[in-house]
T-cell receptor
């Protein structure tokens, strides 16, 4: 079954404690990205990756890092989380070609105290 | 002006009726268009993609695209309570330089199907 998985699904942490949210896909898609979704602000792209070792900033990259060492994995790293990073996070993958269809993971609800 | 605009709703439709959701976009070079359904606290689920002018039907869903008017819509026939969700319109702007093409999301329309 084609799927995008994220872990953890829920996380409560404290300010400054480094965390990683993992994302994995089995669809062999080259393009992966991370979004955050906040009430009234919609989906905002944090980072994206066009292929292994190729990453670039999205619209709201501050406070986040990513890496793409393998095609299937695209972890999101918060080196020093702050309360304004409390949000619902989605990993997404996209099929290739000009009509890219994008598929989302189940989401990670993060609370930073 | 937002790049992808949707009425935030809520749009209330009686069960069994047709729900009509609308979206406009600003970039004439946009190539592909998507509708996602999102239940509260869940991830967006792709329900329709459309690339050419006209209508595309899939079950109870019909997507309509008019590139000249920069308008895309989603019709849901025989609306069911389970259709109550937020519907996100998304537009692929196409390649405009180095990097990947960008998908822009609207802020979503809340749809409520009343029994």
């Amino acid at each position: 079954e084609a799927q995008v998985t994220q872990n953890p699904r829920y996380l409560i942490t404290v300010t400054g404690k480094k965390l990683t949210v993992t994302c994995s896909q089995n669809m062999n898609h080259e393009y992966m990205s991370w979004y955050r979704q906040d009430p009234g602000l919609g989906l905002r792209q944090i980072y994206y990756s066009m292929n292994v070792e190729v990453t670039d900033k999205g619209d709201v990259p501050e406070g986040y890092k990513v890496s793409r060492k393998e095609k299937r994995n695209f972890p999101l790293i918060l080196e020093s989380p702050s309360p304004n990073q409390t949000s619902l996070y989605f990993c997404a993958t996209r099929s290739g070609g000009p009509y890219n269809e994008q598929f989302f993971g189940p989401g990670t609800r993060l609370t930073v105290l | 002006q937002k790049e992808v605009e949707q009425n935030s709703g809520p749009l209330s439709v009686p069960e069994g009726a047709i729900a009509s959701l609308n979206c406009t976009y600003s970039d004439r070079g946009s190539q592909s268009f998507f509708w996602y359904r999102q239940y509260s606290g869940k991830s967006p689920e792709l329900i329709m993609s459309i690339y050419s002018n006209g209508d595309k039907e899939d079950g109870r869903f019909t997507a309509q695209l008019n590139k000249a008017s920069q308008y895309v819509s989603l019709l849901i026939r025989d609306s069911q309570p389970s259709d109550s969700a937020t519907y996100l319109c998304a537009v692929n702007k196409g390649y405009s330089g180095p990097g990947a093409s960008k998908i822009i999301f609207g802020s979503g329309t809340r749809l409520s199907i009343r029994p």
